[in-house]
């Protein structure tokens, strides 16, 4: 009937769908892998003989490398730096130790005379000091002897003290006043 609806045909079951597919049509040649098309290959992976998937892990493995080799050198480096600060705290620890022993010294009085009596030039009372001193008049040996890069000035020697002091008064009295940029 050509006005008639048509009635809607029952849809197979998911059973019947998947026994559809599994059959073969008659005359049809199994799908075989050499049916599906080709994809050209690049000479050089022809050459070399890899898949893509030895290609992503070699990429991957590379990455790796690079990532370790950068990690391992901070490494490295951070070990030298611990090194060198290890070094730092023996010498500063043996250098604590000798100060410590030179305080412990000069805790002792007979040590402190001992030093008073050899860098001063000391005597304890009752005891006549003296000095050797060589062809010039140096003292030979013994005594601290300070010295100054600073030598005095021509003339200030043939005053008094109490004229130098008079003169440093006077010029704490009067001080010269400079003008910024001038």
Known sequence: MPGAPRKPRPSPGPGRQQQQRRRPRAGARPASPKATPAVPVPRWQKRLK??????????????????????????VRQQQEMAVADQEIRDHTAQITTLEAELARWSDPAYVKAQARERLGWAMPGETGFRLVD????????????????????????LTWWQRLNGSLATADSPVRKIAGR
Do not use: K, M
């Not at 590379?62 to 950068?70: G, I, N, R």
């Open 50 to 75: 890899l898949t893509r998937r030895a290609l992503a892990l070699g990429v991957v493995v590379l990455a790796l490398a690079v990532s370790f080799v950068s990690t391992f050198q901070i490494y």
């Open 135 to 158: 062809d010039n008049g140096n003292p030979i040996g013994g005594g601290i002897t300070l010295e100054s890069a600073q030598r005095p000035v021509v003339g200030e020697d043939d």
